[in-house]
């Protein structure tokens, strides 16, 4: 199975500002994707990372906030920018291989003041 | 695109006892329904999936049973301890996107 490692593990951040969190798996994987979880709630799909290509992103999420890259098949990062406290929640990157299960990272804590 | 539906949010049973979540589905190409648990403050965890053309898989106290015709799977958990204890999330994901759709949880509680 893959080990995916993400950081930072938390932040606190000044609204306006933008942080980048970054992922990176130990293996080989095909499609690599970023959830938002706000607390107490589910999981939910803000993009696709595509390698080497624009991400594909879900209904109410842009890219001009949530710039994504993926330059390898192994590593992407997701920019939350401009930040407001509306962002404030846990980002949780995702990778997956052909016909296998998706693991997580760890997930991001994001605060923003 | 898909829709997943969970239920029930919380669910409170006796150690011992046996828990049931329940899913529905709306998206027919779905065609793989894994499980993850998800302990507060961690990431989630894969506890089993099951694809399309099989109806029921088990793995010691878990099992998951899979209607693509009424298009919806359910986890059951036996004996429960309570360590089982966390939110648990049933997803569906379709070969088009390959992206996971999730329902919106379930906090199961065991008391000892």
């Known amino acids: 199975s893959a080990v995916i490692s993400q950081k930072p593990s938390r932040d606190i951040c000044q609204r306006g500002t933008s942080l980048t969190i970054q992922c990176q798996v130990d293996s080989q994987v095909t499609m690599m994707f970023w959830y938002r979880q706000q607390p107490g709630q589910s999981l939910t799909l803000i993009a696709t990372?595509?390698?080497?290509?624009?991400?594909?992103?879900e209904s109410g999420f842009v890219i001009d906030k949530f710039p994504i890259s993926r330059p390898n098949l192994t590593f992407s990062t997701l920019t939350v920018s401009n930040m407001s406290p509306e962002d404030s929640s846990i980002y949780l990157c995702?990778?997956?291989?052909?016909?296998?299960?998706?693991?997580f990272g760890q997930g991001t804590r994001l605060t923003v003041v | 695109g898909e829709n997943v539906e969970q239920h029930p949010s919380t669910l409170s049973v006796q150690e011992g006892d046996s828990a049931v979540i329940k899913c529905t589905y709306s998206d027919s190409a779905s065609n793989y329904f894994p499980w993850y648990k998800q302990e507060l403050g961690k990431r989630p965890q894969l506890i089993i999936d099951i694809r399309s053309n099989v109806g029921e898989k088990k793995d010691q106290r878990i099992a998951v049973t899979l209607n693509k015709t009424a298009k919806h799977f359910s986890l059951h958990i036996t004996e429960t301890q309570p360590e089982d204890s966390a939110v648990y999330f049933c997803?569906?994901?379709?070969?088009?996107?390959?992206?996971?759709?999730f329902g919106g949880g379930t906090r199961l509680m065991v008391k000892p």
């Open positions: 997803a569906a994901r379709s070969n088009a996107g390959n992206m996971l759709t």
């Open positions: 995702s990778a997956t291989g052909p016909n296998t299960e998706a693991f």
């Open positions: 990372a595509n390698q080497g290509s624009e991400a594909t992103y």
